[in-house]
């Protein structure tokens, strides 16, 4: 009767070894399943950013001058630079707080540009407009970095004061 007894065990046991990799077969099957039919499942559309046409909304001239007076390339010289900018919004009271945060940072960013340059460098009707276009640069990267997500821009830069002596 143990002998019996120790069969019936030994069955059991034999019984158990064959269930594990049969089990672990039919999860690897499943798995793999699930993982192809993820993969190859069409992809769910993505919220499309609504694209923005700047361009139609009304150009803004920014309230506040902004001035410099610095000496550029050698302690000789003089200069004084004053600019105004426009820019163009989608909602103006939210590009109006993002400008007036990101002021104390553009005034340095700009003045750093200016005390780069050397006299040559600022005379001239060339020099002029690239110095402009450079300010222009500056005001979108510092207010603006993202101009997708903030749906605004720095569109132009006037020279209000430009004296070199």
């Known amino acids: 009767m143990a002998d019996d007894k120790e069969k019936k065990d ?5 019984g158990k070894s064959k269930v594990l ?18 993969m190859t499942a069409p992809k769910k559309p993505e919220d499309e950013k609504k694209s ?20 550029p390339g050698t302690r000789r010289n003089v200069a004084k630079i004053g600019i105004s900018f426009e820019y163009k919004a989608e909602d ?6 993002i400008i007036l945060e990101g002021m104390p940072k553009a005034r340095s960013r700009i003045q750093i540009l200016l005390l780069g340059k050397k006299v040559d460098e600022l005379t001239g009707g060339d020099n002029a407009l690239q110095l402009k276009l450079e300010m222009r640069d500056i005001l ?6 993202n101009p997708e997500e903030a749906h ?4 132009d830069v006037y020279f209000d004061e430009y004296l070199i002596k």
């Open 10 to 14: 030994g069955e059991n046991e034999g």
């Open 21 to 38: 990799p049969i089990l672990l077969g039919v999860i690897l099957v499943v798995g793999g399943a699930v993982g192809v039919v993820a």
């Open 52 to 71: 923005v046409d700047l361009d139609s909304f009304p150009a803004k001239v920014w309230p506040d001058k902004l001035s410099w007076t610095f000496n």
């Open 92 to 97: 103006d009271l939210k590009a109006q707080g």
């Open 140 to 145: 979108n990267e510092t207010f603006f970095p």
């Open 152 to 155: 605004a821009k720095v569109t």
